[in-house]
């Protein structure tokens, strides 16, 4: 058995056809036949039956399908990290971010001492950006509190809270400390309801039976900070995005006195992934967030 034959035999699972299946590999009819014998010779089942003048998978070629899928996912991840070898340079880094300025030191720092290593940044809900380690569309996530996986590796980084960010001409910038009932029919700037802070922010609001005047739905923070700015509304924003960010003069900040929003920040990968030196550094950079604090560290 090579892979030769299990890329044919994939293929021929779609198709189910001889002539068509053996048309897309590019080589003749009875030499796509003879391969599949030989499969079946040293599989030791049939993988194939005949329905008239059609074919199909038999029980155990389907099982042998799944396995057939498994291990052509595993040599083409294989070949993209052989890829560094090669040229003993990764081209890139890609990482999805349950909010870009979780990355935003790290990134200066990285960008420094690999300037070829281009890194490709997502911000994606923790859920979509998990979804995206686990099938290789990524090499990391930073996300907001993700359970451990046998799968992938969960570092805990930091607990992060929610501040109110208000406009200076609200009656709310006057006050020390504010209230969720302080919220009612106020002009909300929101994070899109994909986002996990959004979820928790809808919970806590029905929680208190304050019913939302939400205005607008952003996919990021910067945006909403430029909103406020103009003094559309309030927002409710995480404290590691007010450390990293240049607060303007027009907005004040307080904490939510009953908002018990306190939620880990998680660095996330596989477990095969190829630490290689990048990586290593990037790695290294992240985990600063835990002695820089973002404010409580887990030690």
């Known amino acids: 058995m090579n892979i030769k034959q299990i890329e044919s035999f994939i293929l021929l699972s779609s198709e189910l056809h001889y002539g068509k299946a053996a048309e897309r590999l590019g080589i003749s009819q009875p030499s796509l036949s003879q391969q599949m014998k030989a499969l079946e010779k040293d599989l030791g089942v049939s993988l194939f039956e005949r329905n008239g003048r059609n074919i199909q998978l038999t029980k155990a070629g389907q099982v042998f399908l799944k396995r057939s899928l498994m291990i052509q996912h595993e040599v083409i991840g294989a ?75 969960v570092e805990p980084l930091f607990y992060d809270e929610l501040l109110a960010v208000i406009p200076n001409n609200h009656e709310l910038a006057d006050k020390s400390k504010i209230l969720l009932k302080d919220l009612n029919n106020e002009p909300l700037i929101l994070l899109e309801q994909r986002f996990l802070i959004r979820k928790f922010i809808d919970k806590e609001l029905k929680r208190k039976n304050i019913v939302p005047n939400v205005i607008c739905e952003l996919n990021n923070y910067y945006a909403s900070i430029a909103y406020i700015e103009k003094q559309l509304g309030i927002s409710l924003i995480a404290k590691s995005m007010l450390q990293e960010a240049n607060i303007p003069a027009s907005v004040s900040v307080r904490p939510i006195e009953d908002l018990t929003f306190h939620k880990r920040v998680d660095l996330v990968y596989r477990k095969d992934l190829l630490i290689d030196e990048p990586i290593a550094y990037l790695f290294q950079k992240i985990r600063l967030m835990k002695v820089m604090g973002m404010e409580e560290t887990l030690d």
């Open 79 to 153: 070949e993209k990290e052989m890829r560094y070898f090669k040229s003993n340079l990764r081209e890139g880094i890609r990482l999805g971010v349950s909010g870009s300025h979780l990355i935003m030191n790290a990134f200066q720092k990285f960008t420094e001492a690999y300037p070829d290593t281009v890194m490709h940044i997502t911000e994606n809900s923790t859920k979509q950006t998990i979804e995206k380690v686990a099938d290789r569309q990524i090499e990391l996530g930073i996300v907001y509190e993700y359970a451990q996986s046998c799968e992938l590796v």
